[in-house]
């Protein structure tokens, strides 16, 4: 693993918690550092606060204690019951959720140009001609002008990503994009991680899929109880599937307590 005490990780999550009022604690002092390349996979129990911790680092949630630095420079940070998140630093990041979350009213190359028109001031010309690239790049070249109603729920799934692939992030969250998929449309979305995966784009992830997690995550962390329990590469932390220890690893992710 690379040397975490040289100050170079991507993102440097310490010490996090987060609570969803007063009573429901999901992250009770979580520490991460990825470093740039990496593609982590978050795995753990039903309920264990993979989603939130996602959502934190997207800078969507308020937190109740600890930091998150990105690229080396503070981001996030709690202070006293406020929480400072650098929206600079934000624009950095891009995130795709389980439920797409397309524009309905607006075309396809609409919905992939409208962030970087408005965010970046970019000219419609030049945005268009991304869009397209990118479009092409995820077999979606003659979507351009459909509305997502029209397309498959892979193919809305695949439009996401290249939405946030637009604004040019320079880490990528995914928080289940295919558990909402019916089966025969998960292999099209995973493709396209894997191809950004391949292009050495950071990525985040969160997924069920023990197959798909096998094959994009650079590394694997295991989270229960609000802390990271396990991290390390996936066949230490996920086990050789023909092995009795993959059996011990579902039995423990089902049966730890979120
Ligand atoms: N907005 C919210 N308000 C209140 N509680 C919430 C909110 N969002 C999540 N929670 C609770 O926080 C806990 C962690 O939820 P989270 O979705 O982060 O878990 P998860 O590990 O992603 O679960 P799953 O694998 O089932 O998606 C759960 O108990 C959930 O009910």
């Not at 292999?187 to 798909?212: N, R, Y």
Request: overall charge neutral; aromatic content about 6%; some cysteine.
């Amino acid at each position: 693993m690379a040397d975490m005490r040289d100050g170079s990780a991507l993102v440097e999550i310490r010490d996090l918690h987060k609570s969803y009022g007063p009573n429901i604690q999901v992250l009770k002092g979580l520490n991460i550092q990825m470093m740039p390349g990496e593609r982590v996979v978050v795995i753990g129990p039903s309920g264990g606060g993979k989603s939130t911790l996602l959502r934190v680092v997207m800078g969507l949630e308020q937190i109740q204690g600890g930091s998150v630095r990105f690229g080396g420079k503070p981001y996030i940070s709690a202070k006293g019951d406020k929480t400072v998140i650098d929206t600079e630093l934000r624009k950095q990041i891009g995130m795709v959720f389980q439920h797409y979350t397309l524009f309905p009213h607006l075309s396809i190359m609409e919905n992939l140009i409208l962030a970087p028109r408005k965010v970046h001031g970019e000219s419609r010309a030049s945005a268009r001609e991304r869009g397209q690239k990118i479009l092409e790049r995820f077999g979606l070249g003659a979507k351009a002008d459909a509305y997502p109603s029209q397309l498959s729920g892979g193919q809305k799934q695949r439009v996401a990503i290249a939405r946030a692939l637009m604004l040019d992030p320079k880490l990528m969250l995914f928080d289940e994009v295919t558990s909402a998929l019916d089966p025969e449309l998960v292999a099209e979305v995973e493709a396209v991680i894997l191809q950004l995966a391949e292009s050495g784009m950071p990525m985040m992830m969160v997924t069920h899929d023990m197959w798909f997690a096998r094959n994009v995550a650079s590394r694997v962390i295991f989270c229960a109880g609000g802390v990271v329990v396990e991290d390390g590469p996936p066949e230490q932390v996920l086990g050789d599937p023909r092995e009795e220890r993959t059996r011990e690893f579902i039995n423990r992710v089902f049966h730890i307590k979120a």
